[in-house]
């Protein structure tokens, strides 16, 4: 029981740790972003309403029993895992791996970052070409994936189906980021010939 505990308070610690060093990095960036007095777009409230829908019922997870959420359809039943431990072992180590990754990827990316419901190009930015960034330009969604699919994984859960589902959203948004980026950021189109979407060397 104790190593249940335990290991449900990592994957919350990290989770907490993740929307604490966006918080205090976009503080950091202050006037950077689109004015908070101006009345933003339906759709951006509507991206900003799913991305917190997402962060609630992912802490959720983390604090409820489980059948709660499963209903008693261990995912461990789907992939017939006989042994649950195993899955538990894989999805906490892709969790960890994929937040370093993402807050790395965050860290590096500094002042260049804008929300992903506002993606625009700020004054003074530049193209990010070192860290993971040399081999990769979408880190933060990488990570965050693998992060969501490795909590899900971690916690037994057949929602991790749904990370599956994010991914094609996720190919979508990186397309039109990078088309954007290319005709209004100098030099984008250029590093974009030198790197991968997502996976180093493949995709």
């Not at 290991?7 to 918080?23: C, D, E, P, Q, S």
């Not at 489980?66 to 894989?90: K, N, P, Y």
Request: proline share 3%.
């Amino acid at each position: 029981m104790n190593i249940i505990i335990l290991h449900r308070a990592f994957l919350l610690a990290g989770l907490v740790g993740h929307k604490r060093v966006w918080i205090l990095l976009k503080r950091r960036q202050g006037g950077k972003h689109v004015n908070s007095t101006e009345p933003l777009p339906l759709k951006t409230n509507i991206v900003k309403a799913c991305k917190l829908v997402i962060l609630l019922s992912i802490l959720a997870q983390t604090l409820i029993p489980e059948s709660w959420w499963t209903g008693q359809v261990w995912l461990s039943h789907l992939l017939i895992v006989e042994d649950s431990f195993v899955l538990a072992v894989v999805g906490t180590t892709l969790f960890a791996f994929g937040l370093m990754v993402a807050i790395l990827g965050r860290t590096q990316l500094g002042d260049n970052w804008s929300d992903i419901e506002t993606a625009q190009v700020l004054e003074k930015q530049r193209v990010v070409s070192r860290g993971l960034y040399r081999y990769i330009r979408h880190p933060i969604y990488t990570g965050d994936l693998m992060l969501l699919c490795g909590l899900e994984l971690a916690l037994n859960n057949w929602l991790v189906l749904g990370v599956f589902l994010l991914m094609p959203i996720v190919m979508r948004k990186a397309v039109q980021e990078e088309t954007m980026l290319m005709e209004e950021l100098e030099g984008y189109a250029e590093y974009c010939t030198e790197t991968t979407r997502f996976i180093p060397f493949v995709v």
